[in-house]
C-alpha cells in the first residue's frame, strides 16, 4: 500500500495531465463530427482486424475435421474409379460419365453464404448464378448427401429450396432395393424427414440407409440422404418412415452444383407422350 501512495505522489503531475488530455480528446471526439468519423473509422479497423485474426485461428482449428471429409471424399473417388466410372476433371467442376445409370452429370463447386433451417420453409443461397450456368431445378449436394434443390437465380446467386422445406418432394428409395417413395418433411425436427408411399412388403430396418432413386431428371440415381430412424406402420396401404440425415443442415459450407445433360430430352419426350 505504501508504494502505491508513493507511486502516485511521484507521478501525481503526469497521472493529471493524462487525465486532462482524455477529458479533451472526449469532447473534441463528441462534438466535433469530423473528428469523431475518424476515430470511430480507426476503431472499426481495429475490430475489424481482430475478427479477421479471429476468423483466421477458428478455420486454423477447422483445418482437421475439413482434412477428415477431404479424405472421405477422395475415398467415394477412388470407390468410383474401382467401379469403372470414368472421371474428367475441369477447372471448378466435374464431368461424371457413369457406366452404371447411363447418364452423364456435370457436378459444380459452389459456397452457401445464407442457411436457414428453423422455418417451415427453409431456403439456402450460394455464390453461383446464371453466369455459371446454375438453373432452376437443379440438384444441389454435398460429400454426406441431399442438400435441395435450385428454385430461382440471378446473374451471380441462386436460391435453393432445402430439402427442410414443407414443400421439398423428393424421389427416394431404400438403398440397394426398387423400393421407392417421397421424400417430404413435417417442418419439426431439422434433423428428421419423413419417407412416405412405401409399400407394405418393403423389408424396413431401423438403421436402413435411404438414398436417391434417380426417377426424376434433378437427382441422379444413389445420392444418400439418411438413415431410417423411426418406422410408422399404420392401416394403410403405404408405410411412413422417419429418416435422420447423415447432413448436419445447420453446419453446411461448400456444396455441388448437379446438372443433368439429359433433362431437356428426357422432358420433351415426356411431354410430348402427355
Do not use: C
Not at 8 to 37: D, V
Not at 118 to 123: L, T, Y
Not at 183 to 189: I, Q
Amino acid at each position: 500500500m505504501q508504494q502505491l501512495i508513493y507511486f502516485f505522489r511521484k507521478f501525481k503531475y503526469f497521472l493529471f495531465f493524462l487525465l486532462l488530455e482524455f477529458i479533451a480528446l472526449a469532447l473534441t471526439f463528441n462534438n466535433l463530427n469530423f473528428h469523431k468519423s475518424k476515430f470511430v473509422n480507426s476503431a472499426n479497423a481495429v475490430t475489424g482486424g481482430f475478427y479477421s485474426y479471429s476468423s483466421n485461428i477458428s478455420e486454423y482449428w477447422s483445418l482437421k475435421p475439413k482434412n477428415k471429409l477431404l479424405a472421405e471424399e477422395n475415398t467415394q473417388l477412388k470407390n468410383l474409379l474401382e467401379n469403372n466410372i470414368s472421371i474428367n476433371f475441369h477447372k471448378d467442376s466435374t464431368l461424371i460419365d457413369s457406366i452404371k445409370y447411363q447418364q452423364k452429370f456435370t457436378f459444380a463447386t459452389a459456397k452457401i453464404i445464407n442457411n436457414n433451417y428453423s422455418k417451415e420453409f427453409n431456403f439456402l443461397t450460394i455464390n453461383k448464378g446464371k453466369k455459371e450456368g446454375i438453373k432452376r431445378e437443379m440438384a444441389v449436394i454435398n460429400s454426406k448427401g441431399v442438400i435441395g434443390i435450385t428454385d430461382n437465380t440471378s446473374d451471380g446467386y441462386a436460391r435453393i429450396q432445402s430439402i427442410l422445406n414443407k414443400n421439398s418432394k423428393i424421389n427416394a428409395r431404400l438403398k440397394h432395393s426398387n423400393y421407392f417413395g417421397t421424400l417430404g418433411w413435417n417442418g419439426k425436427n431439422y434433423n428428421v424427414v419423413q419417407l412416405s408411399d412405401l409399400p407394405r412388403q418393403a423389408p424396413l430396418n431401423i438403421g436402413d440407409t435411404i438414398e436417391t432413386g434417380g426417377k426424376s431428371t434433378i437427382f441422379p440415381e444413389g445420392i444418400l440422404i439418411g438413415t431410417i430412424s423411426k418406422i410408422n406402420k399404420g392401416n394403410s396401404a403405404d408405410n411412413k418412415v422417419d429418416v435422420t440425415l447423415f447432413n448436419d443442415m445447420s453446419d453446411l459450407g461448400y456444396v455441388y452444383v448437379v446438372k443433368n445433360f439429359h433433362k431437356e430430352e428426357i422432358k420433351s419426350l415426356e411431354a410430348q407422350n402427355e
